[in-house]
């Protein structure tokens, strides 16, 4: 029982925290965290190129990212993009597909004779879908899809007054001396 409170003192010696990128948003709780390893796409102030690096350090007593090929202020990074698509996108376009394919097959089943034998009776059978019936709105679906999964591709945050990058140093350690 007297060692358990020495230990228990010792314990936030052991303990390991993280350096963090932290994207924040004006009045928006939720943060966009990145992490040492994490990969950023962004652009300095002043320049037309983005850069695409991964995080080597996070130095935040002196606000500075620890890139591959440099050591970037934060406040010199221009904008983050990100070339994840959107969910809503991504969803949206994977419906669109989903519809094409089924429009297609039941198209098809529709001309087929297989149909008009079992259920059709045989004066009705001059009543099938057109090719064009078939595959104009499964083209027009799968181009629509295609156009929503490019347009909303990437997206650019631009730190100007809207968002923010903070760094932060969550290390857990009694002997770092007090500011």
């Known amino acids: 029982m007297k060692y358990s409170l020495f230990l228990l003192c010792l314990l936030p010696a052991f303990l390991f925290g993280q350096k963090v990128v932290q ?3 004006r009045g928006n709780p939720k943060t966009q965290k990145f992490t040492v390893g994490d990969e950023l796409t962004y652009k300095l102030v002043g320049d037309v190129e983005w850069y695409k690096a991964a995080i080597l350090d996070v130095k935040p007593e002196i606000g500075v ?8 202020k934060v406040q010199d990074i221009a904008a983050l993009k990100f070339t994840n698509s959107r969910n809503w996108s991504r969803k949206l376009s994977n419906q669109l597909y989903l519809f094409a394919g089924g429009w297609v097959f039941f198209g098809l089943i529709d001309r087929s004779q ?8 045989q004066n009705q059978a ?3 879908a057109s090719w064009k019936l078939i595959l104009i709105p499964a083209g027009v679906a799968v181009a629509s899809a ?7 591709k990437q997206r650019v945050k631009k730190m100007k007054n809207k968002y923010r990058l903070r760094l932060l140093d969550l290390n857990v350690s009694p002997l770092r001396p007090m500011p």
């Open 114 to 121: 297989i149909v008009d034998d079992i259920i059709i009776n």
């Open 23 to 25: 994207l924040e948003k």
């Open 146 to 152: 295609i156009i929503i999964r490019q347009v909303f």
């Open 126 to 128: 001059n009543t099938r």
């Open 65 to 72: 990212i620890l890139f591959e090929n440099r050591l970037v």
